[in-house]
């Protein structure tokens, strides 16, 4: 994962238009002639992948969508949010922002398009959360806590079973979803979590969160000592 997280950026220093063709290999001995003759045949065919190679293909197209952003109207630029994503979704975050009884928004990106789904719209609690928030596949949240200003809770979770794509994907992605959320949807994220399991995010997680921006906040504003006589 280490020479597969760092060779896009070797080959961006050395200029990608160089090398035409990516070829993965586990063996020395795949890097010979009568090696390249069946890379050449492999790649001709339409067999199903080992766990081995499959794992590579993953990689590489994680890598891929790393270099590219997620597909369809392109990565956000100039401040403007270029995230494929179905209807509703930024119906559902604009009304969260603006308060009822529902607080909880989920998403989940489909791998096959790429494409930001709305999952579900429901109410939480912070001891609820957990519970609420799927545990098999990743997601993106987005909480309404119930303090005064009703500041909102980015929840991004991607649980260890997942695909190492589907992981890729939504690491990639995660930027963009904030930014579409924050520009429109109309939200301003206050806290951003980022967890493996659902269950991590418990309610003293949570509540920890707040508590740390209270403390900051009263020692900030300390009322001043008095000056002593002289």
């Known amino acids: 994962m280490l020479f597969a997280s760092t060779r896009l950026t070797l080959v961006r220093e050395l200029g990608g238009e160089h090398f035409p063709e990516s070829v993965f290999t586990t063996e020395a001995s795949e890097l010979t002639s009568e090696g390249w003759e069946k890379h050449?045949?492999?790649?001709?065919?339409?067999?199903?992948?080992?766990?081995?190679?499959?794992?590579?293909?993953?990689?590489?197209?994680?890598?891929?969508?790393?270099?590219?952003?997620?597909?369809?109207?392109?990565?956000?630029?100039?401040?403007?949010?270029?995230?494929?994503?179905?209807?509703?979704?930024?119906?559902?975050?604009?009304?969260?922002?603006?308060?009822?009884?529902?607080?909880?928004?989920?998403?989940?990106?489909?791998?096959?398009?790429?494409?930001?789904?709305?999952?579900?719209?429901?109410?939480?609690?912070?001891?609820?959360?957990?519970?609420?928030?799927?545990?098999?596949?990743?997601?993106?949240?987005?909480?309404?806590?119930?303090?005064?200003a009703g500041s909102i809770v980015f929840i991004s979770t991607c649980p260890s079973g997942a695909k190492i794509r589907e992981r890729m994907l939504y690491a990639a992605s995660r930027g963009n979803v904030v930014s579409l959320a924050q520009g429109e949807g109309g939200l301003k994220v206050a806290k951003k979590l980022e967890a493996t399991n659902p269950e991590e995010v418990t309610e003293q997680v949570v509540l920890e969160e707040f508590k740390s921006e209270e403390k900051e906040e009263k020692k900030g504003f300390a009322k001043p000592k008095r000056p002593g006589r002289r």
């Open 40 to 148: 050449i045949a492999h790649e001709a065919k339409e067999n199903p992948l080992t766990a081995e190679e499959q794992s590579l293909q993953d990689i590489k197209d994680a890598e891929a969508l790393e270099s590219r952003g997620t597909r369809g109207q392109g990565l956000a630029q100039g401040g403007r949010i270029a995230i494929r994503a179905d209807e509703g979704i930024a119906g559902a975050l604009q009304k969260l922002g603006s308060g009822g009884s529902d607080n909880l928004v989920q998403l989940r990106m489909d791998g096959a398009s790429e494409t930001l789904q709305l999952v579900s719209v429901s109410s939480a609690t912070p001891s609820s959360l957990a519970s609420q928030i799927d545990a098999k596949e990743p997601r993106f949240s987005f909480y309404r806590h119930d303090d005064a």
